[in-house]
């Protein structure tokens, strides 16, 4: 079975054709090509929803062109479309679908919309097999939250943030340090250089005793810092010390938070995605106090087609046929921050 996977939920344009068994399992990746827009958006410090989707529209066709080309695949070779449905931006979001719906229309395969967070997660069967269920860290730009994942449509929401998401967290603090845009990496890199004990600043909700995160403290706790002290020169030991702290706070966040998610979810394999999932503390830390730790491959973690045609054929079962295929629609939010708190998780 073949399965084309379309993800432009955000910033990344990114095109995928997955070869898989007839039961969407065993995949192996044919081709895959992604365009990241991180210069063109780093003179806004951030993502503009209308520029990210007009260049996801001049760039979807030619790298369309190019994952076929390399792949040696025709179009009516296809036998499945996963596209990111939601959530995400509307703008881009919308941009993805339409070439779903196109290739839907012209060839009458089936479409399957994609929730990208559980695609986060499943990412990790393209280069393992963990058996479900499984407790989910989904750590993104956008998104912060634990699930409980019971089958490949079973997803039970067991903690979330209250506020920002800790990609937030790395990206509005690195701004904040007059870094570049997208920080996380840059905070990453230089937090190796530095001592993570040198600065306090706080956990958020560390003694809530639940599985809910809050980073919107920890931010403003960076931006009286740096009010006060002024913003380090780049290459100083300064720089070094007070990012090595500041994500040492965003990791023992993660870290606590986990010990009451398995508290709730039992004790079940841990696997961790989204963007954030590449930081190589998050990864050693994790792994240094849990045991049974699956963390998805860097080249899995940002967003990419790969993990929404991977976890599309996974679904095929319940794609939905042309011409029901063109109706669908996509929508931005999967959680609603200000219902965190009166949810039962």
């Not at 780093?42 to 209308?50: D, F, L, N, Q, T």
Request: proline share 5%; hydrophobic share 40%; glycine share 8%.
């Amino acid at each position: 079975m073949i399965t084309l996977g379309v993800e432009t939920s955000c910033d990344d344009t990114s095109i995928c054709l997955l070869k898989t068994d007839q039961q969407g399992l065993s995949p192996e990746v044919l081709a895959h090509e992604s365009f990241s827009q991180e210069k063109i958006l780093a003179k806004w410090g951030g993502v503009v929803p209308e520029i990210a989707a007009r260049n996801h529209l001049e760039k979807l066709q030619p790298l369309i062109e190019y994952v076929f080309d390399a792949a040696s695949v025709k179009l009516t070779e296809v036998d499945l479309v996963g596209v990111t449905s939601y959530p995400g931006l509307l703008g881009p979001l919308l941009t993805g679908l339409n070439l779903a719906k196109t290739i839907s229309l012209l060839t009458k395969v089936p479409v399957y919309p994609v929730n990208h967070l559980y695609a986060h997660l499943e990412a990790i069967h393209l280069s393992e097999e963990v058996p479900y269920p499984y407790l989910g860290l989904v750590i993104s730009g956008g998104h912060t939250l634990f699930l409980k994942v019971s089958g490949v449509e079973q997803f039970e929401i067991l903690g979330s943030t209250i506020d920002d998401a800790v990609g937030e967290a790395f990206d509005k603090g690195g701004k904040l340090l007059g870094l570049p845009y997208p920080a996380g990496r840059h905070i990453d890199d230089l937090a190796k250089k530095g001592n993570k004990k040198a600065h306090s600043f706080p956990i958020g909700m560390e003694h809530s005793k639940d599985a809910n995160f809050s980073f919107s403290g920890l931010k403003t706790s960076l931006r009286t810092w740096v009010e006060k002290e002024g913003k380090p020169d780049a290459e100083s030991t300064n720089m070094f010390d007070v990012c090595a702290s500041y994500q040492e706070a965003i990791v023992e966040a993660l870290r606590i938070k986990t010990k009451y998610a398995f508290q709730k979810a039992g004790n079940l394999p841990l696997v961790v995605g989204g963007g954030v999932a590449c930081n190589s503390r998050v990864r050693a830390v994790l792994k240094e106090y849990y045991d049974n730790v699956h963390i998805v491959l860097p080249k899995f973690c940002t967003d990419n087609g790969a993990m929404i045609a991977n976890y599309a054929a996974r679904c095929h079962k319940l794609a939905i046929p042309y011409p029901d295929s063109l109706k669908i629609d996509a929508r931005g939010r999967f959680i609603d921050k200000n219902e965190v708190q009166k949810a039962p998780f």
